[in-house]
Structures are given as structure tokens and as C-alpha cells.
């Protein structure tokens, strides 16, 4: 079987579109210039005919398969295909037999494994000799750190590739190849930017999700609020409880929030006389010491869950007391939801804008091949810099510095405010 076969042995029309756009040849991939761009390191070797065996470690969707493929149709030797997490030792053996046979002729086989992490020490020491002696040359694609997962004697006979997560401008250039192939993509420019965040530089998952939108065939483009409807369809939600358990928790919650004392015990007699559980009246007073209270009285935290294992221990009705003390705590404590409100703003930036890696700086390099790639390089180290405070940048190298967290400057968080703002000066400068 040829090598195009292996690679075209379905119908055009019942392949999905990410395998339909699969890039052919070096020229078509997107996002990895350094690797496959001219003068770039794979594309001299293909051009040179000096293809050597080497691991591509990348996230999910940005072209290991892909560029294990074309490296494939640009040898001349057999390839065979194996994914670690479907084949075991049975598998290897009858791919290396073969190896071996075409060896005996002459021929090399160029042997891809996907996923090569999965094989554990054993399994991948049984490459080394046959990459070694030449009989196989090996591809291995990886999400995972090489330096981790692979063995050092498997590393020292294959060079590392990294793959780059498609950045906006790889993921547009996907779209824009969709539209040139087969019809503009009816959403509109908002719309457009949100699929591509919501890709997170997934070309492949990109391609599905456009795919989602060609099925529907809308009659106009579809706009940010009805692609999310389409793309992230969630189960309705089912309310198993009465409307009263619900409407009563909220009075209580809104009466510590409030910072009403009274209410707030009447509303917790009231959901004990109804028999509510006194645990779950406890559980919910502790997300209200985090939501409500925050850092502002530190406190409030460990004297919820303290009167939480208290009701545990002592059960009904002298563990309810604790819980009433910790509730008359929480309504008379200074309050702050500036915790929660930057712990929200973070979950929602961080899932708006992708798996940014942390620059190297603070990345540890506990391997020679993370310090060849500069992880580590640079790095204060904060405790021998005056002051304790060194004002490095934290936050991804192309990822706009935000600030999520805004103590409002009552009770213990006065204090947090004042060194945030004498540290936030000296970052300024």
C-alpha cells in the first residue's frame, strides 16, 4: 500500500473538515515558521534529504500529525502508523518484525507513533535498536514534557521539536483556507474573534466547531451570543428542590451581606424549623465567608468550617449554636468581596485568552534541555532583592498585564491595599 493510500483510504465526502484541510506539504502549515519555514530546521532536513528521527511535543491541535504525514510523503521509506494509547507490545512487535524484513532489502521504515508518552520505560526501550542501527526512524508526538515522560536514552537519539499553540493570526489563516475551499463562513467579525478564542489554538477543534456552524446553514450571520448557544449547548438546568428552599437561602445570604445580624438569625431558625440540614446551612455559610467577607476579617473562614466539624461532632441541637455564632460573626464583620470578584475576572480572562505559556524566567529548568530552551534564565529570586520585592513580570510575555484583585481597604484589607499599592508604584517604575 502506498503512502497516499494510507493517508486517503476514506471518501473525501465522509471525512470531517479538519481532516479534509489537512495541510499537503510544508508550504500549507500554519503557526510553526519556526520549524517549517524557510531556512527552518525540519524543512532543511527534508529538503537535504537528511530527515532524522526527532519527538514533536505541542498542545492538542497545532500539527504534529499533520507534519509527522508530510514528512512521510517526502521520504522514501515505508511507514508504518501506531498510537500508544490503542497499541501494546504486540502491536510494536509485529511493526519492528517488519522493520527488520525491509531491512534486509534495503529499505528504511519511517515508523510514527502518536501519543508516545503512553508507552511506559519497558515499551519505549524497545526502539532504541533499531533507531539506533538505523532500521527505524522514529517520530514520537507528544503533549506531554519530553523531559518527563520520555526516556533520556530516547531522547539522546531524537532531536525535540516544539510545536507552537496556533496564535490568532495561524488560527485566521485556517478560517480564511475554509473560505477559500468552500464558502464563507456566515458570523459575524465579533462572532469570528470569539471562535477563535474559544479555540484556544486548536486548529483541529477550530475546524470542528466551523463545521458546526456550515451544518446549520444559518440564513444570516450568526452573531458572539448565538455561536456561544450553538458551540457550548448545556443540559437545562433541573431544579429538584422547592422554590421556597431556594428563595429562603437567598434571603439569608442577602441579610449577612447586608450586614444584618437579626435578619439573618431569622431566616436560619426559619430553614431549621423547616428542616433544613444544619450541614448544608454550614456549607453555605462558608462560601459566604469567602464571597462576602473575604479578606477583609480573615478569620471568617476558619470559624465557618470550625463551626462546620463542630456540628459534626455534636450533632443537633448544640452544633447549630456554632453555626449561629459563626453567621452572627460573618453579618458583623467588615466585608469584601474583592477576592471573589477578582477570582471571577481571572477565571474569564484566563479562559477569553488561552493556554499563554508563564515567560521562562520563572519557569524551573530541572532538565539541560529546559535550560537549553532558557527556561530559569534571568530569574530574581525575591528574598535577596531589598525590600523582598523584585517587581519581575509574572504574567505571560504576550499577554497584557491586568489587575484583578482590588482590596476595598476595610478591616485586615487596609493593610493588603497599602502594600499593593507601594508594590504596584514600584512595578510602575
Given at each position: 500500500m502506498t503512502q497516499n493510500a494510507l493517508f486517503k483510504d476514506q471518501s473525501?465526502?465522509?471525512?470531517?473538515?479538519?481532516?479534509?484541510m489537512r495541510p499537503q506539504t510544508l508550504d500549507d502549515i500554519t503557526g510553526q515558521d519556526h520549524l517549517v519555514g524557510v531556512g527552518a530546521p525540519i524543512r532543511k532536513m527534508v529538503e537535504g534529504g537528511t530527515l532524522q528521527s526527532m519527538i514533536l511535543w505541542g498542545p492538542p491541535g497545532c500539527?504534529?500529525?499533520?507534519?509527522?504525514?508530510?514528512l512521510a510523503e517526502n521520504s522514501n521509506m515505508d511507514f508504518e502508523s501506531l498510537s500508544a494509547i490503542f497499541s501494546g507490545v504486540g502491536d510494536l512487535r509485529k511493526v519492528f518484525d517488519a522493520a527488520r524484513a525491509r531491512a534486509k532489502d534495503g529499505r528504511k521504515t519511517l515508523l510514527f507513533i502518536d501519543?508516545?508518552?503512553?508507552?511506559?520505560?519497558?515499551?519505549?526501550?524497545?526502539?532504541?535498536?533499531?533507531?539506533?542501527?538505523?532500521?527505524?526512524l522514529l517520530i514520537g508526538a507528544t503533549t506531554e514534557n519530553p523531559s518527563f515522560e520520555l526516556n533520556a536514552a530516547l531522547l539522546s537519539r531524537a532531536s525535540v521539536f516544539i510545536l507552537n499553540r496556533l496564535d490568532d493570526?495561524?488560527?485566521?489563516?485556517?478560517?480564511?483556507?475554509?473560505?477559500?475551499?468552500?464558502?464563507?463562513?456566515?458570523?459575524?467579525h465579533e462572532a469570528r474573534q470569539s471562535l477563535k478564542a474559544m479555540a484556544d489554538g486548536d486548529g483541529r477543534y477550530l475546524l470542528n466547531m466551523v463545521e458546526?456552524?456550515?451544518?446549520?446553514?444559518?440564513?444570516?450571520?450568526?452573531?458572539?451570543?448565538?455561536?456561544?448557544?450553538?458551540?457550548?449547548?448545556?443540559?437545562?438546568?433541573?431544579?429538584?428542590?422547592?422554590?421556597n428552599h431556594y428563595n429562603l437561602i437567598s434571603a439569608l445570604h442577602k441579610s449577612v451581606r447586608g450586614s444584618d445580624p437579626d435578619a439573618a438569625l431569622y431566616w436560619f431558625a426559619r430553614m431549621l424549623e423547616g428542616g433544613e440540614d444544619p450541614k448544608f446551612l454550614a456549607r453555605r455559610i462558608t462560601r459566604m465567608a469567602v464571597e462576602d467577607i473575604g479578606l477583609a476579617s480573615p478569620q471568617a473562614l476558619s470559624l465557618c468550617t470550625a463551626a462546620w466539624e463542630t456540628y459534626e461532632r455534636l450533632g443537633s441541637p448544640e452544633g447549630e449554636l456554632a453555626i449561629a455564632q459563626a453567621l452572627v460573626f460573618l453579618a458583623t464583620a467588615p466585608k469584601s468581596n474583592a477576592v471573589y470578584t477578582a477570582y471571577k475576572a481571572a477565571r474569564k480572562h484566563a479562559k477569553d485568552n488561552g493556554s499563554h505559556m508563564p515567560p521562562k524566567h520563572i519557569l524551573n529548568a530541572p532538565t539541560s534541555m529546559m535550560k537549553d530552551q532558557g527556561y530559569g534564565a534571568g530569574y530574581q529570586?525575591?528574598?535577596?532583592?531589598?525590600?523582598g520585592f523584585s517587581g519581575q513580570n509574572y504574567f505571560p510575555d504576550d499577554l497584557k498585564r491586568e489587575i484583578f484583585y482590588n482590596p476595598k481597604g476595610n478591616g485586615f484589607e487596609k493593610g493588603i491595599k497599602d502594600r499593593l499599592d507601594e508594590w504596584n508604584a514600584k512595578r510602575g517604575k
Open positions: 473525501d465526502h465522509l471525512k470531517p473538515l479538519a481532516e479534509r500539527g504534529k500529525t499533520t507534519l509527522a504525514r508530510i501519543e508516545i508518552h503512553r508507552f511506559n520505560k519497558s515499551q519505549q526501550d524497545a526502539f532504541l535498536p533499531l533507531v539506533e542501527d538505523g532500521t527505524i493570526q495561524a488560527l485566521e489563516n485556517l478560517l480564511q483556507a475554509v473560505e477559500q475551499e468552500t464558502t464563507s463562513l456566515p458570523i459575524t458546526q456552524i456550515q451544518a446549520i446553514n444559518p440564513d444570516k450571520d450568526i452573531n458572539t451570543d448565538t455561536l456561544t448557544a450553538l458551540i457550548s449547548r448545556r443540559a437545562a438546568h433541573y431544579d429538584k428542590g422547592d422554590e529570586y525575591d528574598h535577596d532583592v531589598e525590600g
